[in-house]
Nanobody, 123 residues
Framework: QVQLVESGGGLVQGGDSLRLSCAAS????????MGWFRQAPGKEREFVGA??????YYADSAKGRFTISRDNAKNTLYLQMNSLKSEDTAVYYC??????????????????WGQGTQVTVSS
């Protein structure tokens, strides 16, 4: 079965960096659109960015600070987060979908999800 396992979260200070990883198994990773989402307490799940068809896409909140990459040989998706802010505090999830949705930011279009990793940024 398909498994997505995130790692790399933690507690950091404002301005620090973190790199999240998402290890995928049970799917042809290179063929899938992969997304990063986050969810803060009491808020809806929010699009961070996606990797699809050789291109990357970012939410406005992530542009210039976050970078998505993937290593298809390792079946792993990455999220490099720089200049972290307190408002970046959330549980971060990776997600996968076979056919890229017209709206990559719509989380309900993704088929598979990881369990999430907590990122906490102290100010």
């Amino acid at each position: 079965q398909v498994q997505l396992v995130e790692s790399g979260g933690g507690l950091v200070q404002g301005g620090d960096s973190l790199r999240l990883s998402c290890a995928a198994s049970g799917l042809t990773f290179s063929s899938y659109t992969m997304g990063w989402f986050r969810q803060a307490p009491g808020k809806e799940r929010e699009f961070v960015g996606a990797s699809s068809g050789g291109r990357t896409y970012y939410a406005d909140s992530a542009k210039g600070r976050f970078t998505i990459s993937r290593d298809n040989a390792k079946n792993t998706l990455y999220l490099q987060m720089n200049s972290l802010k307190s408002e970046d505090t959330a549980v971060y999830y990776c997600a996968a979908v076979w056919a890229p949705p017209a709206n990559l930011a719509y989380y309900r279009k993704y088929t598979y999800w990881g369990q999430g990793t907590q990122v906490t940024v102290s100010s």
